[in-house]
């Protein structure tokens, strides 16, 4: 697609890392200095979300669920997509590439290939994988009424807030189908964003076995 990068498509999966600044590396690369979220292990997805920590105010607006559309636009454009590896104890990210991620956003609307999900009402969520990912009834059911439209989809039961554990989605209508732009799921503060995961039929179907309520962790991935 035109004025998108090629080192990554649809689907991908990032990790949000709140950044302090960046700086050059002696070979001319970019590397940012990680505020937070702490790791222990390295994420194993290569693509990274960059946030200015300064932007923190972001996060605990969306817990408190007062958050919209505008508000996410407006955090995402001051946000970069990037390429890379986690360095020095995890302490930077060394880029290998980085972009906007909001005009890469908006571009991709327009890409008809994603995959087509049913919403499974018995579990009150999606399969994408082996992993549910939950969506109550009532944002589903918003999802499938607004034209576009960004809120908190899910909070675990057991833990109670959205800080804790969540998911948010950011749909669009298109025709018959409801585009999944961008995914948050929170998992204590670490946040896996997902650029355009699927789309999904504005009708909800009956899922053959039921599973248990969802603690806290099952919906991130």
């Known amino acids: ?26 070979d001319g690369g970019r590397i940012y200095a990680v505020a937070g979220p702490a790791f222990e292990l390295a994420p194993r997805s290569p693509y990274f979300l960059l946030a200015p920590v300064e932007r923190g105010e972001f996060a605990g607006r969306l817990y408190r669920g007062q958050a919209d559309l505008a508000d996410l636009r407006a955090f995402l454009a001051d946000c970069v997509m990037a390429e890379g590896e986690l360095t020095d104890e ?9 972009t906007p991620v909001l005009p890469v956003l908006e571009a991709w609307r327009a890409d008809p290939s994603r995959p087509v999900l049913p919403y499974l009402a018995d579990i009150n969520g999606f399969m994408p994988d082996e992993q549910p990912l939950y969506v109550t009834d009532d944002a589903y059911a918003a999802a499938v009424q607004s034209p576009e439209h960004f809120a908190t989809a899910w909070v675990c039961d057991e833990c109670g ?31 896996t964003c997902q650029l355009h995961p699927f789309e999904f039929a504005a009708e909800a179907v009956s899922h053959p076995s039921p599973r248990p309520s969802p603690q806290r962790g099952e919906g991130a991935g």
């Open 90 to 98: 995890m302490q930077f990210v060394s880029v290998r590439a980085e």
């Open 161 to 191: 807030e959205a800080e804790d554990a969540g998911v948010f989605l950011w749909t669009v209508r298109r025709g018959d189908r409801i585009r999944v732009c961008f995914l948050i799921q929170n998992d204590a503060g670490l946040w």
């Open 1 to 26: 697609m035109a004025d998108t990068p090629e080192w990554i498509q649809p689907g991908a999966s990032a990790t949000l890392i709140w950044h302090n600044g960046a700086g050059q590396r002696p």
